[in-house]
């Protein structure tokens, strides 16, 4: 454990945003999963900006690589245009 009182603030901090980035994360890895199983067009289409997003606020607070995001947006946009 941390000696010094803003090392023990910093461990604090870590945690909690260790907590966040996994909740974030493992909500948008489960929205990933609805949009890849959905079969109707109309449905993918109203659900893909949302997932989008959920990629890009991960890849802004540096949860995952921003060339992962796109590449995921990507792949999920074309699966979304072949239904």
């Known amino acids: 454990m941390a000696n010094h009182p803003s090392a023990a603030k910093r461990a604090r901090q870590n ?3 260790r907590v966040e980035n996994r909740y974030f994360a493992r909500t948008t890895r489960s929205a990933l ?10 449905k993918a ?7 989008s997003s959920m990629l890009d606020k991960l890849a802004k607070r540096n ?7 796109s590449n995921l ?8 245009e072949s239904l």
């Open 15 to 17: 945690e909690k945003r």
């Open 33 to 42: 999963g609805k949009l890849r199983e959905i079969t109707e067009k109309d």
């Open 45 to 51: 289409t109203e659900l893909l900006p949302r997932v």
């Open 63 to 69: 949860v995952i690589h921003k060339n992962k995001a």
């Open 73 to 80: 947006k990507s792949g999920l946009k074309r699966h979304v």
